[in-house]
């Protein structure tokens, strides 16, 4: 299984980044699939994540407005569009899939992921 995120960059405050994670080995449509991201110094943390189906959505109050994660099960896979970016958006970040059940609890828990891609580096600059 493999995951590879990438479109990550530098982008100017309040510019925008979309980020993409292609998925290949498994059967892409079972696995709800979530965005997470880490900062220098930070522990990971959740952004965002989607159902199996794309109907569901679930994100982190801080970037919730801005961000807007979505699915292609056709291309097995998921991408994250960032607008309105902030110096606090800066990290790098993680695509990762969940082979369990949908559910707000779990989206936000990265230790129900099993597959994590290597992580594309985002930064902005103010």
């Known amino acids: 299984v493999q995951l590879q995120a990438y479109g990550g960059g530098l982008v100017q405050a309040g510019g925008s980044l979309r980020l993409s994670c292609a998925v290949s080995?498994?059967?892409?449509?079972?696995?709800?699939m979530g965005w997470f991201r880490q900062a220098p110094g930070k522990e990971r943390e959740f952004v965002a994540a989607?159902?199996?189906?794309?109907?569901?959505?679930f994100y982190a109050d801080s970037v919730n407005g801005r961000f807007t994660i979505a699915r292609d099960n056709a291309k097995n896979s998921v991408y994250l569009q960032m607008n309105s970016l902030t110096p606090e958006d800066t990290a790098v970040y993680y695509c990762a899939s969940d082979p369990a059940g949908w559910s707000t609890s779990r989206a936000r828990n990265q230790y129900e992921y099993d597959f994590w891609g290597q992580g594309t580096q985002v930064t902005v600059s103010s």
């Open positions: 989607i159902s199996r189906s794309g109907r569901g959505t």
């Open positions: 080995g498994r059967t892409f449509s079972s696995y709800n």
